[in-house]
């Protein structure tokens, strides 16, 4: 069969709905596709699924189009679509999200990985124990033949991965994976990126989102012909490793409801998200803190030490509570918004207790009122006071939302 499909809405025919979906995206591989078609569709005949291939054309100018054509009408198991627009990740994206398959799986054109492994990639996800399966070349058990440039690239970009978005995953870029429809409907929504980096962002979303990930061991061959521009697409994975750690850290993908919908517990609510909280908590504490020491100069130029203190601590609690509200937490709009002020005010009561006190020991230790001194002491008694209101937002002020991812 051959289709042109622009949006995930136009579905592939759901008439016999097979157990695989065995997406093959395609751009300009008119010599290799109709080898690799065939030999895949060998191999998934010997195993006990039904199954269909599904060949997603993306832009290709030379003569895909009209091989992926005539496979589809040469086999029944072979589904053909024609994408308007290049991209690995959109053509996965609106072919997985069309079909009506329970698993959707992908693999690169040119085969490198051996298909040996479909099964027991396949099988955690039919049997229910995984949400997705990945093919590794990095884990124990891989056998894998390449060059040392693409063997330094690959480890150093999964190294760079748990360094910076702490990945439990050893592989991100194989390619070749599968995953559970419904999982797919969950978070293929949520992935931003159309090129090459949809891979690590499915996953990295996948696991925060505390969703199993079964990882199969591969025997891979390099591709000689291959045509990635292996630094073109690091440097693209780069950028997409800041653009996500800066949305997850923001807390703006909703992986809690992901993880609910699932049945999972998501592991963004854990210790995933205290570290970006903590980083994003400091980052809004050092702008209050430089805020609050501005306001109280300026304050002290007419109004005495405590008076400088508390008004300068007010106008800095709202702001840090505002602030941390958006971003620390992730929550956005009116609701609940003026309950977290009061709440903050509460804090802020506390605070102002501590500082207070502070300032009355420099007063009786050293009988001076010195602005600078004053503005050194109030520092640090401001330091015990961030800590001590990070801990009140996260577990009273904002306690429902900490789970969210």
Known sequence: MTAALESPLAAVPAVDVPVLDVV?????????????????????????????ITIADNASTDATPLVAHRLAHEFDEVYAVTLPRKGRGRALKQVWSASASPVLLYMDVDLSTDLNAVLPLVAPLLSGHSDLAIGSRLSRGSRTSRGPKRELISRGYNLVLRGTLRTGFSDAQCGFKAIRADVARALLPLVRDDTWFFDTELLVLAERAGLRIAEVPVDWVDDPDSRVDVLRTARDDLRGIARLGWTLARGRMPLHDVATQLGRTSRAGASGALGSQIALFAAVGIASTLAYAVLYLLLRLGVGPLWANALALMLTAIGNTAANRRLTFGLRGRDGAVRHQVQGLVILAAGLGITSVSLWLLDRLTGSSHPGLEVAVLTVANLVVTVGRFVAMRWWVFARRTAVG
């Open 24 to 52: 093959i995206p395609v751009h300009n591989e008119e010599h290799d596709l109709g080898p690799s078609v065939e030999r895949v569709r060998r191999h998934l005949a010997s195993l006990p699924w039904s199954f269909r």
